[in-house]
Nanobody, 129 residues
């Protein structure tokens, strides 16, 4: 079992920045590919970004490319999402997710919701225009 706890959400003006953190516990963090998803009211949960267990491979949704950066510190069991140039359409609850990738390539990163094994409770990001 893996427990994931997100933090760093809040209210920010359009054009501003936030950094989300996701602290993991319970298993060997470096075995897990990690991802960020978001869900706005009335919409489905959508992929934002993913990172391989080594941190060497990343993926982004087209809507956030060039503005968001995912990273991880395996020594701290933490994955981050740096969000810059925020827009009102980025307003959503943001969820951290973990995929057991122990037997996958170290460059494997998951982009589909169904690939992930564990989820956090989410942190709200609200961007005011």
């Amino acid at each position: 079992q893996v427990q994931l706890v997100e933090s760093g959400g809040g209210l920010v003006q359009a054009g501003g920045s936030l950094r989300l953190s996701c602290a993991a516990s319970g298993r060997t963090f470096s075995n897990y590919a990690m991802g960020w998803f978001r869900q706005a009211p009335g919409k489905e949960r959508e992929f934002v970004s993913g990172i391989s267990r080594s941190g060497g491979s990343t993926a982004y949704a087209d809507s956030v490319k060039g503005r968001f950066t995912i990273s991880r510190e395996n020594a701290k069991n933490t994955v981050y999402l740096q969000m810059n140039s925020l827009k009102s359409e980025d307003t959503a609850a943001y969820y951290c997710a973990a995929k057991n990738a122990r037997y996958f390539s170290s460059s494997y990163s998951a982009t589909r919701r169904g690939e992930y094994d564990y989820w956090g409770q989410g942190t709200q990001v609200t961007v005011s225009s």
